[in-house]
Structure formats: C-alpha cells, structure tokens
C-alpha cells in the first residue's frame, strides 16, 4: 500500500466555497499528523509482519 503525506491534491479537490467543504477542509487540516503517523505506524507493522513471515 502506499500512503501520501502530501494532502494538498485532497484539499484541491475538495475544493472552496461551501461552508460544508470549508468545515472539511479544515478538518482534513488539522487531522493531517494524525493520519500520517498512523500510517507510519501501520507500515512499520506490516514491515515487521514480513520479515517474520519470510523467516
């Protein structure tokens, strides 16, 4: 799997305007480091969980 770090082409497409995707896009902004550490999180799991498999 692969996760993106970079939001922005997310927050493109979102897009402006609306008050519904202006709550998202600020959201989506500030919930960015959680994600991304979770998802270093889940890669460094699933890393582990290969070299134990391929032993």
Known sequence: AF???DLSLLLERVGSG???LSFMRRRMRRLAAQWATAARRL???????YREQKR
Request: charged share 55%; no cysteine.
């Open 3 to 5: 996760f993106r770090s």
């Open 18 to 20: 609306k008050e519904s």
């Open 43 to 49: 890669d460094e799991r699933l890393r582990g969980q």
